[in-house]
């Protein structure tokens, strides 16, 4: 299943306005989430408003597509985009991709079964 993470930067002035606003996220667009396959989804503030999100998803691009279609989300992105930093677009659409490097559990995984093939040899 991959596993996406993203950063966006946050004008510094609006983060008390940003945490209002998804505190809560308007149920439409909370369903509307959840039906373009993403799950486990989370953002997380840093200091000066380095903004990291995470969500796990079987076909990003199937999610980035219903997402990029629907009429709910457009309407939250657009009210979502007075609050970034740098954006040219919509925010759920434009953000910066990170690549992963690390991750416990696929190395736990992988490590086991090497260690099991290298006790077949």
């Given at each position: 299943m991959p596993r996406v993470a993203f950063e966006l930067q946050v004008s510094p002035d609006r983060i008390d306005d940003y945490i209002a606003r998804h505190s809560p996220v308007w149920p439409e667009m909370l369903a509307e989430i959840a039906a373009s396959g993403r799950r486990n989804y989370s953002i997380f503030l840093g200091?000066?408003?380095?903004?990291?999100?995470?969500?796990?998803t079987d076909d990003d691009a199937a999610a980035q597509a219903y997402l990029a279609?629907?009429?709910?989300?457009?309407?939250?992105?657009?009210s979502m985009a007075e609050f970034f930093v740098g954006l040219d677009g919509r925010p759920d659409q434009t953000d910066t991709g990170l690549t992963e490097v690390f991750n416990l559990h696929d190395q736990l995984t992988g490590s086991a079964s090497a260690d099991h093939e290298s006790d077949r040899s």
């Amino acid at each position: 299943m991959p596993r996406v993470a993203f950063e966006l930067q946050v004008s510094p002035d609006r983060i008390d306005d940003y945490i209002a606003r998804h505190s809560p996220v308007w149920p439409e667009m909370l369903a509307e989430i959840a039906a373009s396959g993403r799950r486990n989804y989370s953002i997380f503030l840093g200091a000066g408003g380095r903004l990291f999100g995470y969500y796990e998803t079987d076909d990003d691009a199937a999610a980035q597509a219903y997402l990029a279609a629907s009429e709910v989300a457009a309407r939250w992105e657009a009210s979502m985009a007075e609050f970034f930093v740098g954006l040219d677009g919509r925010p759920d659409q434009t953000d910066t991709g990170l690549t992963e490097v690390f991750n416990l559990h696929d190395q736990l995984t992988g490590s086991a079964s090497a260690d099991h093939e290298s006790d077949r040899s």
